[in-house]
Each structure stands twice: as C-alpha cells, then as structure tokens.
C-alpha cells in the first residue's frame, strides 16, 4: 500500500538552524568549577546578605488578609477543628463501647 506524498510547495519545512549559546547570557549564577575570589569570610557575609534580602523582598508581596478575612477564616477553622473533636470523641466512645460488649465488662 503505497503512500500519496504531498505536493511540494517549494518550502523547506522542518529547518534545523544551529543555534549557539557562547555568547548568550546566562542565570547569572557561577558555575561550581569556576575558581571562588575573595575572602572566604566575606564570601560568607556576602552570600547571607543576600539571602535575607531575597526574604525581606518576598515578604513585600505578601498580601496580608484584612480584618474581616482573619476573623472569617479563623472562625472557620476553629468550627472545623471542634467537629473534627467530636468525631474522634464519638468514635473513642464506639470503640469503648465495642470493647466494653466484647470482654464483657
């Protein structure tokens, strides 16, 4: 069973081009065979400057919930966490009870 070919349109299709990455720039961030400059030291109070600015700009974006939206929620939860209590509670009360008719007692 012999397949149709399309009609060439003229078009090359599915052109690899080569691309290359030598002067493109990267993350940014060192490799680990590069060879480390500078004190040890420094290194170490540069890296952790860093880091605690990265967290003070992520706890910019937090959205902090109104007081409409804390009380809601907390609300919520508490109502969920009794309901939760009560169904371990009635379910240590069955057990009990299986128990107490089980041994006799």
């Given at each position: 069973m012999a397949r149709a070919s399309a009609p060439d349109s003229g078009q090359r299709r599915g052109t690899v081009t080569e691309t290359s990455t030598a002067g493109a720039a990267g993350s940014g961030r060192?490799?680990?065979d590069s060879p480390r400059r500078g004190n040890?030291?420094?290194?170490f109070f540069a890296a952790f400057a860093l880091?605690?600015?990265?967290i003070l700009?992520?706890?910019?974006?937090?959205?902090r919930p109104t007081q409409h939206e804390l009380v809601t929620y907390t609300s919520v939860v508490i109502v969920f966490v009794g309901a939760v209590m009560?169904?371990?509670?009635?379910?240590d009360q069955l057990i009990v009870k299986l128990i107490a008719l089980?041994?006799?007692?």
């Open positions: 060192t490799r680990r040890p030291v420094g290194r880091f605690v600015r990265q700009d992520e706890l910019r974006k937090v959205v009560m169904y371990v509670w009635g379910l089980m041994f006799g007692k």
